[in-house]
């Protein structure tokens, strides 16, 4: 058997990839392909699962929401980039095989025109999204004609393409998204969301000398060169809430893509009064006055450790709320983090995400926010009902070993 897999982004590949590793398990003779759509594909390498190409990092990272960022990439060739790939996909569909797209619209469009049985891991929409207050509402009991109307305006063109007669399964991020396309007759299950895998802890970072430390997790984003200008606000931030408490000590765990250069971060550090002080192979230590701050690639490790996360990313900010914990994020200027980017984010993790306008409001979110049991326990239940139980790349890879075996 053999099996395409197309994804548009980090989250998609890191998606994929864990679908891919539970698919090799059940049978390690299917023949897997993966196609990331934006970016060099480097999970998949990673992992040694062969790559269809072309592919190539474009400025906009995939996140396309303006002109100018539009104009960047179609100078850096993507038009010719994205023909190159139709290609190849046409090519291999010649043969038996199934598609699996992972993300939004474009892997879905890809895997319609290919004209194979396909599947659809849709991890980038969500009725969060759409409902206002999805607390009032009963799903359950809602018309065909009232859900087909909320899948139309959760996923716009998406809806029409999961209607086609070669898609096998559609697989969303929550059970309430499962529900309304279930309810607008849109072949759906829900087995969990492949986010919430592979964040067991590596134990890279020894952190037992900083037991009476609070704990803040650091997120940037993946993208260049947006990544520096949010450590500059993350840090804006860090430098107001050490001034808010000067009688706590705080450890300030950053996880960082692999793809930043960890230099660019240590100048910002350097102007921000940060002291380099220890550097191993899997992390950098700064001080600041009794204060530490980490860099670190080691990104399971910093969201299990960590009580609360100053988060200006996409997946990993979903699957540090997964965990059961609060996260407070930053309006940015892009080209992913913007001030709607945030706002939408909010919307779909609800109770466990908290928007600051700017970076002198962290202290104030985070008083709220810390030793406040019933306020966390409440965020601890929300996090994990949006961002489900880990197990689903499995569940999902039975899924589609199943169907395909028939």
């Known amino acids: 058997m053999r099996v395409l897999f197309i994804s548009n982004g980090y989250g998609e590949d890191y998606v994929a990839v864990n679908i891919i590793k539970e698919l090799r398990k059940i049978d390690s003779s299917i023949e897997i392909e993966a196609l990331p759509i934006v970016g060099e594909g480097f999970l998949y390498t ?25 104009y960047k990439d179609l100078k850096e060739g993507l038009l ?23 993300g939004d619209i474009v892997p879905l469009l890809l895997a319609k025109l290919s004209s194979k049985k396909f599947f659809f891991v849709s991890i980038q929409k969500s009725v969060y999204y759409t409902l206002e207050d999805d607390k009032k509402i009963n799903i359950q009991k809602l018309s065909k004609n009232k859900a087909k109307e909320i899948a139309i305006r959760t996923y716009l063109l998406e809806y029409f393409l999961m209607r086609s007669e070669n898609l096998l399964k559609v697989f969303p991020r929550d059970f309430p998204s499962h529900l309304i396309l279930e309810k607008a007759r849109i072949n759906s299950e829900y087995l969990g969301n492949p986010m919430m895998d592979s964040l067991e802890p590596e134990n890279k970072i020894k952190i037992d000398n900083f037991y009476n430390y609070i704990k803040i997790l650091v997120l940037p984003g993946s993208k260049i060169p947006e990544a520096y200008y949010n450590f500059h606000l993350l840090t804006d931030g860090i430098l107001h809430l050490l001034k808010s408490r000067s009688d706590e000590n705080f450890l300030f765990l950053t996880a960082i893509s692999p793809n930043i250069p960890i230099k660019e971060l240590e100048y910002i550090l350097f102007s921000k009064n940060f002291i380099k002080d220890v550097e191993t192979e899997d992390y950098i230590l700064f001080k600041n006055n009794n204060h530490v701050l980490i860099l670190t690639h080691a990104f399971s490790d910093c969201i299990h450790h960590a009580q609360i996360g100053l988060c200006m990313a996409g997946t990993a900010t979903e699957q540090f709320v997964g ?3 609060p996260a407070i994020a930053i309006f940015g200027k892009g080209p992913q983090f913007t001030k709607k980017f945030a706002l939408l984010q909010k919307r779909l993790l609800g109770d466990s995400l908290f928007i600051a306008k700017n970076p002198e409001e962290i202290p104030k979110i985070f008083s709220l926010i810390y030793n406040n049991n019933e306020l966390l326990e409440k965020i601890s239940l929300n996090g994990r009902k949006r961002m489900g139980e880990k197990g689903a790349s499995k569940r999902i890879a039975e899924k589609i070993y199943q169907i395909t075996k028939v």
């Open 46 to 70: 990673k992992n040694q699962i062969p790559l269809l190409g072309p592919h190539k990092k474009l400025p906009s990272g995939g996140f396309i929401n303006n002109l100018r960022i539009l």
């Open 80 to 102: 010719d980039l994205h023909w190159k790939q139709w290609e190849e996909i046409k090519r291999w569909s010649k043969k038996d095989g199934y598609i699996v797209a992972v």
């Open 323 to 325: 965990l059961g914990k």
